[in-house]
């Protein structure tokens, strides 16, 4: 994984704003390997990611409202969930004065199930949660819906 791919997120604690965020690694490996966690409440959410920023920060952080969505689904009562693993091909564009920027292929991106992985790494790093579910995120279209109602079981 690429430390300088932007996650943001936003629901209905945000009002459907989109904030940058920062994941969590469970180890050197996982980071290594592209897992990341986040720790969210049961409910909806939406994630939108962008490829490495460029040197405009300012611009970059407002790409987040034009990004792709993908809508995660967090039961109630389940201690850990995994959404899946999202595949995101890109192409690197070499620019004037040495300046390299990547962008994903958006009509590439899918998103894949690793639960055997995930649950691996589950049992092994986060022993004292029982309760593990996968409910794969779906790519959202559309405005984002607010619910004030927690996704069920």
Not at 125 to 132: H, V
């Amino acid at each position: 994984m690429d430390d300088n791919i932007g996650i943001a997120l936003g629901g209905f604690e945000t009002g459907g704003e989109l904030r940058q965020i920062m994941p969590g690694f469970l180890s050197h490996q996982t980071r290594k390997d592209g897992w990341v966690y986040l720790l969210l409440e049961p409910g909806q959410h939406y994630l939108a990611l962008q490829p490495p920023r460029r040197t405009d920060v300012w611009s970059y952080a407002k790409m987040f409202k034009t990004a792709p969505l993908w809508r995660l689904d967090i039961p109630s009562k389940a201690e850990l969930v995994y959404v899946g693993t999202l595949h995101l091909p890109s192409i690197k564009q070499n620019l004037l004065f040495g300046v390299t920027i990547s962008s994903f292929i958006w009509d590439s991106v899918v998103v894949r199930n690793e639960d055997d992985g995930a649950r691996k790494i589950a049992a092994e790093l986060l022993p004292e949660f029982e309760t593990f579910k996968t409910v794969l995120m779906e790519q959202h279209e559309g405005p984002i819906i607010l619910k004030l109602t927690k996704v069920s079981e």
